[in-house]
């Protein structure tokens, strides 16, 4: 008796502890994780317009990056401070998909991962300005 009763512990140990580990895919978004998403969205979306202007300098050239660089980086700019005012008003509930993850995760790849196309897609975060950056998609400094 002894035995089964040991048996049936461990089993339901082992069993807790699988059970423990395991996380829904979407975890990570939470409604406080949506509000800072806003407020970085609002305050630093203007970053997209020196961002970009440096992207097609660098791809086509001074011309292009003053003239097509400073055009779409307007509309970046502004439609990822809409997507801020967007997500303040609504922080409190989940709208994407009964989630609370970015109305713009379908330019972040299908899987969920934080992959994204910079030139037509949109980030999570802003993009960060200066030579200190873990991402590998903002500016680098001179090495």
Known sequence: MKR???SALLLAMVGSVYGDIQ?????EYTATRKLGRAVGNILWGI????????????REGDYSGY?????EGFSRS???MGYGFYEL????????????????????????????????????FPEELGF???YH???????
């Not at 996380?23 to 975890?27: V, Y």
């Not at 993850?101 to 910079?118: A, F, H, V, W």
């Open 89 to 124: 008003v609504t922080f409190w509930a989940p709208t994407y998909k009964c989630t609370y993850r970015p109305p713009y995760q379908g330019s972040c790849g299908r899987s969920g991962l934080k992959e994204y196309n910079t030139w037509s897609g949109f980030s999570e």
């Open 47 to 58: 970053e997209e317009l020196p961002v970009t202007m440096l992207r097609w300098q660098e």
């Open 67 to 71: 003239s097509v660089g400073i055009v």
């Open 78 to 80: 502004f439609t990822r």
């Open 23 to 27: 996380a829904p895919p979407a975890s």
């Open 137 to 143: 998609y903002s500016r680098r400094g001179v090495d």
């Open 132 to 134: 200190q950056s873990k």
């Open 4 to 6: 089964i009763l040991l």
